[in-house]
């Protein structure tokens, strides 16, 4: 079995994304949905399309394409309130909007319509039906924005909506379209939520893993943070010889066709065992990081039995072994359709490229950044190189400026166990666009119902705080 970044990435989102899914039945030609959400409110889902030019700043491409929306309309709206949006960039979002604690309290308080545009090539919302490398030229966060406005001009031209403010949610790089929206189009945009928005773009993101280790350490113990680094260190001395290479491919099941002797395979075997944490501990909370390393890291004397998981197979008879080869898994990026597009705006626009370049982490130094750049040349072509990267980079922070975009009406959310609050807003811009620094709390986790080990102290003040500049800002 191959063992792709891509899958997985989206089953552990899925997996940890706080959300609970209901029931649901299907009716008529939207797609109508009946949903039991909590406390036993009634929502109805419905999914409708719109048309969207392919290309909005090429006057000579004629070509459109069909943007799905949803839209959950329910007992509390009355008409001429606002109009809430949820900026969606993945798979699942028309669902995880129903659990977005912040989003329908806000909206059942102010009388509102939900609404989920989907971003274009993420979801049901792929122009040209396809994600080949000529067709992904037309995906851009500038794209996408013009989508948001086409879309907001769109449902405004109802007589229903036509007088509604506009407020619009986005978590994560959502988040950073939240921000731009209002930014852009404060016209049509009338206030925003930025939730652990990265709105500074950069090729090495070598700060992420810092962020990873900090944690283990602050909220395990130094001990923890030795033994995580003498895991990897343990990985790093296999790696130097055949017959280790031997044991560490029975250790971790790995397949016996992957040659572990190739530089880029090793890089990959790293990727994949350093993202088990940095995957996993965005979305937790100091209780169970702490718990993880007594009961897990630090309480195992035997280094190399201590596994994330246990072996996986689906019988005796065939167990599931895991690839590292590089080029194979960049076959497989180009056949995913998840994670190929949010891969194409990092090497064009963001980076993001969560490297181990600096010293100050425990993972030890086997994921280069140039690992990165060279995925984006495998999957992409030879022109998606390290120049194309840093040149998007800088393009994207002299549009959007950076940590200090040019926006008002806008409230940015950041936790500090979220690594990705290294590239956020962390002081207040202004009045009109202060900034909130959640203590213990992670990714997006204003946005979310609590887990029983969340401290839901922490977060309401700055839940407070949200609602009542978003009710000034539109008006109540």
């Known amino acids: 079995m191959i063992f792709l970044k891509g899958l997985w990435f989206y089953v552990i989102t899925l997996l940890n994304l706080k959300t609970c899914y209901g029931f649901f039945h299907f009716e008529g030609d939207h797609h109508l949905r009946d949903v039991s959400p909590p406390k036993g409110e009634v929502i109805v889902i419905a999914e409708a399309t719109m048309t969207q030019p392919l290309d909005h700043f090429d006057s000579a491409e004629n070509r459109t394409w069909e943007m799905y929306y949803h839209y959950f309309n329910y007992e509390h709206f009355k008409p001429g309130g606002p109009l809430v949006l949820y900026l969606g ?4 979002g028309s669902f995880s909007v129903l659990y977005n604690y912040v989003i329908m309290n806000f909206a059942r308080e102010v009388n509102a319509t939900v609404m989920m545009p989907e971003h274009r090539f993420y979801d049901k919302s792929v122009p040209n039906g396809d994600v080949s490398v000529e067709n992904l030229a037309y995906l851009s966060s500038t794209q996408a924005l013009a989508d948001l406005k086409n879309f907001i001009e769109y449902i405004k031209r109802e007589d229903r909506y036509k007088n509604s403010k506009v407020v619009v949610f986005g978590g994560s790089y959502s988040g950073n379209l939240a921000a731009w929206a209002r930014m852009l189009y404060p016209d049509l945009v009338d206030a925003a939520l930025s939730s652990s928005a990265p709105q500074l773009a950069k090729s090495d993101f070598y700060e992420y893993l810092e962020v990873v280790g900090d944690l283990f350490k602050k909220y395990g113990s130094s001990a923890c943070y030795e033994k995580v680094a003498e895991k990897f260190q343990r990985y790093e001395k296999l790696l ?24 880029e395979n090793q890089h990959t075997f790293f990727y994949h065992k350093i993202s088990d944490f940095s995957n996993w501990i965005k979305l937790h909370n100091p209780t169970r990081i702490q718990n993880y390393c007594n009961h897990i890291i630090t309480s195992n004397s035997s280094i190399h039995d201590w596994k994330w998981n246990k072996q996986l197979q689906f019988d005796n008879s065939y167990p599931i072994c895991f690839n590292y080869d590089f080029a194979d898994m960049i076959e497989d990026i180009k056949e995913n359709v998840y994670f190929k597009p949010w891969l194409y705006q990092t090497c064009t626009e963001f980076g993001y490229m969560e490297s181990t ?29 390290q120049a194309r990267m840093e040149d998007g980079v800088k393009k994207t922070n002299e549009k959007y400026g950076g940590r ?8 940015f959310v950041n936790g500090d166990m979220d690594p990705w609050h290294k590239l956020g807003v962390l002081t207040d811009l202004s009045d009109e666009a202060p900034a909130r620094v959640i203590p213990d709390a992670g990714h997006c986790s204003d946005l979310w119902i609590f887990d029983e080990d969340d401290k839901p102290e922490k977060v309401a003040e700055v839940r407070e705080f949200t609602k009542k500049k978003l009710k000034e800002w539109i008006g109540m």
């Open 357 to 385: 370049s600096s010293n100050n982490h425990p993972f030890t130094n086997n994921l280069p950044v140039s690992f990165f750049y060279k995925m984006c040349t495998g999957v992409f072509g030879p022109e998606f190189d």
């Open 89 to 92: 960039n993945h798979p699942f």
């Open 240 to 263: 130097q010889s055949d017959e280790a290479i031997k044991q560490l491919k029975k250790e971790h099941s790995i397949c016996k066709w992957t040659d572990m002797k190739v530089l």
């Open 404 to 411: 200090t975009p040019n926006a008002d009406r806008v409230v």
